[in-house]
């Protein structure tokens, strides 16, 4: 059964950047799409990212296009989400997750191997 484990997240000013860091364990990468989702205080968990690990395929929300960046590195069974440009409001608990290839981050069903998440804060 495949897991995931969450890193990376932490204290950065508005405007700063962050690397989150998504370790894979149990399978081999290539059989999953690797979702990045959020949940701030008082919102609903929502997609942020993922990435089709079986043909290199990545999907953005309106939220993190154009500021965040998904990539992997299969020799480290490890996929990341570089965040740039911070905002107050990318504040949030971020979760990894694991999903058939071919799952979507709009469809959040479709992953069921969750990690325990690592905190974002974007404050002065």
């Known amino acids: 059964q495949v897991h995931v484990v969450e890193s990376g997240g932490g204290l950065v000013q508005p405007g700063g950047s962050l690397r989150l860091s998504c370790a894979v364990s149990g399978d081999i990468l290539d059989y999953y799409t690797i979702g990045w989702f959020r949940q701030a205080p008082g919102k609903e968990r929502e997609g942020v990212s993922h990435?089709?690990?079986?043909?290199?395929?990545?999907y953005y929300a309106d939220s993190a296009k154009g500021r965040f960046t998904i990539s992997r590195d299969n020799a480290k069974n490890t996929v990341y989400l570089q965040m740039n440009v911070l905002r107050p409001e990318d504040t949030a608990v971020y979760y990894c997750?694991?999903?058939?290839?071919?799952?979507?981050?709009?469809?959040?069903?479709?992953?069921?191997?969750w990690g325990q998440g690592t905190q974002v804060t974007v404050s002065s």
């Open positions: 997750a694991a999903a058939p290839p071919g799952a979507t981050i709009v469809y959040q069903g479709g992953f069921y191997s």
């Open positions: 990435i089709n690990n079986r043909d290199g395929t990545k």
